[in-house]
């Protein structure tokens, strides 16, 4: 064999020993990205403040991981958005804690066929987790600062079937009731009488109620046979309605 040749049959001989391994030893395929950022946040704000305290709404638990908060808070905020308290969002109005929200969520049993009702949308944080729920929300807010935000953010997150009003939350939304629940985020001293009757049959009403800044209560409202349920959950502490309430307002009489 002459020299050409052999130098031949070697290279021959490595390229198939090359051929042979890369084919036997497929590349590994690269590890799932591990969840960073906000993804993360929510997810440790679902274990440590939502888990933890009692909420187990596996629905609700979803809409909170997946909701990006931080979206909803101003920019200098936005390092804050997963602390366990309320946050400014201007216009002297807050963003609720995310215990809260997640509980009033759950309390509401929002079912994916619902018309949902809710009364303060502030930032639209509330009003996107319950879009997470059903395709039905209707949300007002008297400050049309807030509202314009509001709905400016809802729309640039995909939550296009939210409807926003600037209005009176006293006076609900007539136009679109019954409402099968109707979730108040502001505390009214006494229950709005127009909420109570845009409240469907067999609905539900998520509210704070009591004299502003000082004790609270959170309730929840069936409505059966045309009358008001009532049930005390916790004491809380929200902003305060805006606008006075009108004179059909009546305080929250026991057993309605």
């Excluded at 679902?46 to 931080?70: F, T």
């Excluded at 729920?133 to 008297?142: A, D, F, S, W």
């Amino acid at each position: 064999m002459t020299d050409t040749r052999c130098m031949l049959a070697a290279k021959l001989v490595v390229a198939g020993l090359l051929c042979l391994s890369g084919c036997r030893q497929r590349p590994a395929p690269p590890p799932a990205a591990a969840p960073t950022g906000s993804a993360a946040q929510r997810q440790q704000m679902v274990r440590l403040q939502l888990r933890a305290r009692g909420v187990k709404n596996d629905r609700v638990l979803a809409a909170m991981e997946k909701v990006p908060r931080e979206e909803f808070v101003p920019a200098n905020e936005r390092a804050r958005a997963y602390e366990d308290g309320p946050l400014p969002i201007g216009e002297g109005q807050t963003i609720s804690q995310p215990y809260i929200v997640a509980l009033m969520t759950e309390l509401l049993e929002v079912k994916e066929t619902d018309k949902v009702l809710e009364i303060g949308t502030g930032s639209g944080y509330q009003a996107a987790v319950l879009a997470e729920l059903t395709p039905n929300v209707y949300t007002i807010e008297i400050i049309a600062a807030l509202a314009q935000r509001a709905a400016a953010a809802l729309q640039r997150l995909g939550y296009t079937t939210v409807k926003v009003k600037t209005g009176n939350g006293y006076l609900g939304w007539p136009e679109h009731a019954p409402f099968d629940g109707i979730i108040v985020t502001c505390a009214p001293e006494n229950v709005p009488r127009a909420l109570k009757e845009q409240l469907a049959e067999g609905g539900r009403m998520v509210i704070p109620v009591g004299p502003q800044w000082t004790s609270q209560t959170l309730y929840v409202l069936k409505k059966r046979r045309g009358k008001l349920e009532q049930t005390a959950v916790i004491p809380v502490r929200f902003v305060p309605m805006v606008q006075e309430a009108p004179r059909s307002a009546r305080p929250l009489p026991s057993g309605e």
